[in-house]
T-cell receptor
Framework: EDQVTQSPEALRLQEGESSSLNCSYT??????LFWYRQDPGKGPEFLFT???AGEEKEKERLKATLTKKESFLHITAPKPEDSATYLC?????????????FGRGTSLIVHP | DAGVIQSPRHEVTEMGQEVTLRCKPI?????LFWYRQTMMRGLELLIY????????DSGMPEDRFSAKMPNASFSTLKIQPSEPRDSAVYFC???????????FGNGTRLTVT
């Protein structure tokens, strides 16, 4: 069974204090790993897709990296507007199914 | 594009009543997903449609839940009869093709009293 574990569950940072969120996964084969941002009262919003170990993607203050067992979402010099829940999802190969499995998320609060 | 549109945004109903949630996916997307989100269990897949055909409904809790997709631009999730443990936020998402990210609606917050 595919498993996705995110840590920490919650993270509080001061503005400008860089940190990383972790997504560990167990799948028979990885088709893709996705990062989403979810604001209160909204649906998850797509950020990045990573397909193979060693791949990196960047967007503003966010950088996502991927190894064979985990992905990191690095947040550099965060601002209060980066406060949100960040979700990781994996899509496995095999079976012809394209259903992503989501982790429980990391709730990030950035204080001014 | 208006994105994935869900209605209603909020639904409060009494135990035993029928509830129908609606979703309009993004035009051109061929995959549609219904998820349920709770604090305890996070995002759980309920059912997945591809080209309007249900492919995986293993996440549907029990016979009280049913979903339909009569055409490429509309889907419904029905709960009959509803129970307090069904209280959650229900999300609809659509995507195009394999490896494509999901585009989510803003959800329906269901409260069953």
């Amino acid at each position: 069974e595919d498993q996705v574990t995110q840590s920490p569950e919650a993270l509080r940072l001061q503005e400008g204090e860089s940190s990383s969120l972790n997504c560990s996964y167990t799948v028979s084969g990885l088709r893709g790993l996705f990062w989403y941002r979810q604001d209160p009262g909204k649906g998850p919003e797509f950020l990045f897709t990573l397909y193979s170990a060693g791949e990196e993607k960047e967007k503003e203050r966010l950088k996502a990296t991927l190894t064979k067992k985990e992905s990191f979402l690095h947040i550099t010099a965060p601002k209060p507007e980066d406060s949100a829940t960040y979700l990781c999802a994996v899509q496995a190969t095999g079976g012809g199914s394209y259903i992503p499995t989501f982790g429980r998320g990391t709730s990030l609060i950035v204080h001014p | 594009d208006a994105g994935v549109i869900q209605s209603p945004r909020h639904e409060v109903t009494e135990m035993g009543q029928e509830v129908t949630l609606r979703c309009k996916p993004i035009s051109g997307h061929n995959s549609l997903f219904w998820y349920r989100q709770t604090m305890m269990r996070g995002l759980e897949l309920l059912i997945y449609f591809n080209n309007n055909v249900p492919i995986d409904d293993s996440g549907m809790p029990e016979d009280r839940f049913s979903a339909k997709m009569p055409n490429a631009s509309f889907s419904t999730l029905k709960i009959q009869p509803s129970e307090p443990r069904d209280s959650a936020v229900y999300f609809c998402a659509s995507s195009w093709g394999a490896n494509s990210p999901l585009h989510f609606g803003n959800g329906t917050r269901l409260t069953v009293t």
